[in-house]
């Protein structure tokens, strides 16, 4: 089993829809949680933390259910724009200050007119 | 601005051909690492360094070496290139949430 587990898609909606990704992640242990945005043939670019309690920036919402060790990120009134493959990523604190972060294959997305 | 540059961008080369990747960043990060990216596989943790002279291997260290003399640099060395190391290379920096450099594409024939 993936440590990070994502649906790759691709997910297609017309502009202005609302779309939802899931992420499971295996590690309880998992301290910390991002959602990535990386564009075709670009480098990953971090869209967004995830708290606890959920968290909102803009259009977009994160949410964390660490019971389920599931995460989310709901992305409204989509714009051609929001085109892109979303990682989840995850870190756990080892000993010795060492952070791993790990990313899942991404879930892609693409905006239609 | 703050930023990761690596270079080259691109690099075609043969097998057994050594090369370095150089990665540099201007954020005064501790912490660096560098990973690769394959169709289906996501990014996987080849070496990471948590701070000056302090390097350690990741996921999938085999066929890589690191150095890290200073801070700002962390440059990714492929001693004797091989086909399977064809892949998409970031360098990144920061800890928690991370900066990528633009990447590195690297076709080994």
């Known amino acids: 089993r993936k440590e990070v587990e994502q649906d790759p898609g691709p997910f297609n909606v017309p502009e202005g829809a609302t779309v939802a990704f899931n992420c499971t992640y295996s590690?309880?242990?998992?301290?910390?949680f991002f959602w990535y945005r990386q564009d075709c043939r670009k480098e990953p670019k971090l869209l967004m933390s995830?708290?606890?309690s959920g968290n909102e920036d803009g259009r977009f919402t994160a949410q964390l259910n660490r019971a389920s060790q599931y995460i989310s990120l709901l992305i409204r009134d989509s714009k051609l724009s929001d085109s892109a493959t979303y990682l989840c990523?995850?870190?756990?604190?080892?000993?010795?200050?060492?952070?791993?972060?790990?990313f899942g294959a991404g879930t892609r997305l693409a905006v239609h007119p | 601005e703050a930023q990761v540059t690596q270079n080259p961008r691109y690099l075609i080369t043969v097998t057994g051909k050594k090369l370095t990747v150089t990665c540099s960043q201007n954020?005064?990060?501790?912490?660096m690492s560098w990973y690769r990216q394959d169709p289906g596989l996501g990014l996987r943790q080849i070496y990471y360094?948590?701070?000056?002279?302090?390097?350690d291997k990741g996921d999938v260290p085999e066929g890589y070496k690191v150095s890290r003399k200073e801070k700002r640099n962390f440059p990714l060395i492929l001693e004797s290139p091989s086909p399977n190391q064809t892949s998409l290379y970031f360098c990144?920096?920061?800890?928690?949430?991370?900066?990528f450099g633009p990447g590195t594409r690297l076709l080994v024939l």
């Open positions: 990144a920096s920061g800890r928690g949430a991370q900066y």
């Open positions: 590690n309880s242990a998992s301290q910390s």
């Open positions: 995830v708290y606890s």
């Open positions: 990523v995850v870190t756990t604190d080892f000993s010795g200050g060492y952070n791993k972060l790990i």
């Open positions: 954020m005064n990060h501790e912490y």
């Open positions: 360094s948590m701070n000056v002279e302090v390097t």
